[in-house]
């Protein structure tokens, strides 16, 4: 699933493309990608027709695009979504935006039916269905204490910690892997552990990470993660910990270790990532 990079990198290219134009036409070719848009297809439609796109913005995994109705188009890409701009694709093609200006329809491509756009109201700058997420650590608004203060009053393992969305937003199961290991922390570390310096430096290490992936254009291991234009990330070849099982870390050599965790794998350095007793 994309996380805070990939979704980054969809929202500059969608800032280029989008921000701006004045829809003439958005058109549903499949119902399960706007279901939660509750009054349907028909009113998804009529709510778009017209309206201007003032802005692109995100939190975390989320993307939405305010409109000069007070509304906000909001998008989740799921595990295969695909916001594309330029293209003329229409293999899993889902809904499609059209504009006033004839210039590139925004086309919403998901092939496993996952991801999902609805039109919501905003409540202050966030639209009302995500308002319990929690602030990413890239936003003005991430208190750096606050996060220390609830993550130590947590009775959990840090790596369950930093994919709730409700306490850090953006940090999915491969961000997650790769902080860890660069501040040497195991996955199943209880979090009531953790000193006020040790998280400082977890959440310095969670922003250099997803810093570097966003200045590669995110991580992509398949098609299914592509920016607007179609072309794919490569932080791949700079992963540390995920999806490295039996290679040698390259601090010390150690091979590292897969461990299920959560329907998924968690990797880490048996030697640099000690795992708690």
Not at 193 to 213: W, Y
Request: net charge positive; hydrophobic share 40%; proline share 7%.
């Amino acid at each position: 699933m994309p996380e805070l990079p990939e979704v980054e990198v969809v929202r500059r290219g969608l800032d280029q493309w989008v921000k701006g134009r004045t829809i003439t036409l958005a058109e549903v070719l499949h119902p399960r990608a706007i279901r939660r848009h509750l009054p349907g297809a028909a009113a998804f439609s009529a709510a778009l027709a017209g309206r201007t796109v003032t802005d692109v913005r995100r939190r975390g995994k989320y993307l939405w695009l305010p409109l000069d109705s007070g509304e906000a188009i909001v998008a989740h890409l799921g595990m295969s979504g695909q916001l594309l701009v330029d293209s003329v694709v229409e293999r899993h093609l889902r809904v499609r935006v059209a504009f006033s200006d004839g210039g590139p329809d925004l086309r919403f491509v998901d092939q496993r039916t996952f991801g999902e756009m609805m039109v919501s109201p905003l409540v202050g700058d966030i639209p009302e269905p995500i308002i319990h997420i929690a602030p990413d650590p890239f936003e003005p608004v991430f208190d750096d204490e606050v996060f220390a203060k609830r993550l130590r009053a947590r009775d959990t393992e840090i790596k369950r910690a930093l994919l709730d969305q409700s306490l850090i937003s953006g940090v999915g199961n491969i961000y997650a892997d790769e902080a860890l290991w660069r501040a040497r922390l195991h996955w199943a570390r209880p979090t009531a552990t953790l000193t006020g310096p040790k998280i400082a430096e977890l959440l310095a290490a969670v922003r250099e990470v997803m810093a570097s992936a966003l200045a590669q254009g995110g991580t992509s291991f398949d098609s299914l993660y592509v920016n607007v234009n179609g072309e794919s990330g490569y932080f791949e070849r700079s992963l540390e910990a995920y999806g490295r099982r039996e290679q040698p870390c390259s601090r010390c050599g150690t091979p590292i270790r897969r461990d299920p965790f959560m329907n998924r794998s968690s990797f880490s350095c048996p030697k640099c990532q000690r795992k708690p007793r």
